[in-house]
């Protein structure tokens, strides 16, 4: 449209948008803005009142005036909006360079997590275990006398009973002293012939020092057949313990006394951590005691809904935490539970 058929109310228009755009751009806070923006649009608004025309106009010029003013409006709104968030992001760089707030800092960035060590270890023993053929169960840590002592041929009056003393609940159930609590329930749920691991957390009334807690881990394991022996038993050890520490390392075998297996034995390994030379966690022996085990005794078979004339099995508790304290050679079992995340960082996968 050229300038001298241009409609009466076109220089009004851009008058207005001249006004308008150079108020808005002139508004310096927000306040500012919002006035700028009532002027213009509010009831009684300047471009309110523009708009109104139409009323006054032809009809034929009605929809020129229409795109026209609403163009405007269109125009207007949207400088008014960007206008707002151009005054808010330089409100907000004004506080930033007013505070001690450094924005060239590096932000901290969020680390990946990842298991326990002692989750690590169990889950690669299960792996061991499962390829030989056993099966993982879970028990419960709260336990009955039953199930923890008498079972195991542990009455109430057995001297064993002082080297295991717990915590007992109310009910007259206890917090499991050792996994060997599940043997009979394993008995009971499966059917025999079977070879099962149940690894877990257990609990004893203790004195803590660097290998000794109030709260560990132990790894079960209960193999019933006909014919087991000895044998079948340290094959099974060894080819647990070369694949968690990944190389040979020296055993010993001590006869050991446990009233639920017979003969009962002590699987000592040298100590990982001093390499037999003798520190705190071998107490200056050089050996780790890690593995009590033996053959299930005749008693508990029984407990256990088993004849033994017929069945026989084997069994053993690994010390799940010494196992962990040496392959990653650390010297004080309380930094396994011990809640300090610096402790659980050191250890990241694939070590
Ligand atoms: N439950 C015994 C303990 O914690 C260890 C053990 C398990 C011994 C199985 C023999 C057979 O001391």
């Not at 690590?120 to 061991?128: C, F, I, L, P, S």
């Not at 009962?264 to 085990?293: A, H, M, N, R």
């Not at 033996?294 to 033994?308: F, I, K, Q, T």
């Amino acid at each position: 449209m050229s300038s001298d058929t241009a409609p009466s109310w076109q220089a009004d228009i851009d008058r207005l948008s001249e006004q308008l755009s150079e108020a808005i751009s002139g508004a310096d806070d927000l306040e500012a803005l919002r006035a700028v923006e009532l002027a213009a649009l509010g009831r009684k608004g300047s471009l309110t009142a523009l708009m109104k025309r139409i009323g006054t106009l032809d009809k034929d010029e009605r929809k020129a005036f229409g795109s026209a003013s609403g163009g405007l409006r269109g125009r207007v709104t949207k400088s008014l909006n960007e206008r707002r968030e151009t005054i808010r992001r330089q409100g907000v760089l004004a506080e930033l360079s007013d505070s001690s707030f450094d924005e060239t800092v590096p932000g901290r960035s969020s680390e990946l997590g990842h298991v326990h060590p002692l989750n690590r270890v169990q889950m690669e023993a299960e792996d061991v275990f499962v390829s030989m053929g056993f099966e993982v169960l879970d028990y419960p840590e709260v336990e009955s006398e039953f199930n923890n002592f008498e079972a195991l041929n542990i009455p109430s009056w057995h001297p064993a009973r002082d080297m295991q003393d717990t915590f007992w609940l109310e009910s007259g159930q206890l917090l499991r002293t050792h996994t060997s609590a599940g043997q009979v329930r394993a008995m009971h749920a499966l059917k025999a012939p079977f070879r099962a691991i149940f690894p877990g957390k257990v609990y004893r009334y203790e004195a803590t020092d660097a290998s000794h807690e109030h709260t560990f881990h132990q790894l079960e394991g209960l193999m019933i057949d006909r014919h087991v022996s000895v044998g079948h038993l340290l094959d099974s050890m060894r080819t647990l313990l070369s694949a968690i520490l990944r190389r040979e390392v020296t055993v010993r075998l001590r006869p050991g006394y446990f009233p639920f297996v017979e003969p009962g034995f002590e699987l000592d390994i040298s100590c990982q951590v001093c390499e037999g030379t003798g520190c705190s966690v071998c107490k200056q022996s050089g050996w780790v005691e890690l593995l009590p085990c033996g053959l299930v005794h005749p008693n508990v078979l029984r407990a256990g809904g088993l004849d033994p004339e017929h069945w026989q099995g084997w069994a053993f508790g690994l010390g799940l935490s010494r196992l962990v304290m040496m392959r990653y050679g650390i010297d004080d079992i309380r930094l396994l539970l011990g809640g300090d995340a610096r402790f659980v960082e050191g250890f990241h996968p694939g070590t």
